[in-house]
Nanobody, 122 residues
Framework: QLQASGGGLVQPGGSLRLSCAVSGFSLDYYAVAWFRQVPGKEREGISCITSPSVGRPWYEDSVKGRFMISSDNRENTVYLQMDSLTPEDTAVYYC????????????????WGKGTLVTVSS
């Protein structure tokens, strides 16, 4: 199971940290990705993390340099630190997980958490 949390209302330029609490499997062997979705648009992958022995974190171009993904394997939690937020970052954010390598394809992930809403507005 995955449970995403940490969303909320933030002003432009502000920061939020999302959490994805994972239960039932170990982060040592799974890739965990963050997706986001705006009404009327496709759900898009924005960041992904897996075991360091498998590869480096991934970032979609629009979030590079502003978002940072990390994992705490003892707590089995993946975080997404989001800085310099803009109104274009407003979306429902989802975490997803599956065995293996990172991907930004939705079909690559069998396990999904419920979304958490991030609203960036003044």
């Amino acid at each position: 199971q995955l449970q995403a949390s940490g969303g909320g209302l933030v002003q432009p330029g502000g920061s939020l940290r999302l959490s994805c609490a994972v239960s039932g499997f170990s982060l040592d062997y799974y890739a965990v990705a963050w997706f986001r979705q705006v009404p009327g648009k496709e759900r898009e992958g924005i960041s992904c993390i897996t075991s360091p022995s498998v590869g480096r974190p991934w970032y979609e171009d629009s979030v590079k340099g502003r978002f940072m993904i990390s994992s705490d394997n003892r707590e089995n939690t993946v975080y997404l630190q989001m800085d310099s937020l803009t109104p274009e970052d407003t979306a429902v954010y989802y975490c997803a997980a599956d065995e293996g390598r990172c991907s930004f394809l939705r079909r690559a992930y069998r396990f999904w958490g419920k979304g958490t809403l991030v609203t960036v507005s003044s």
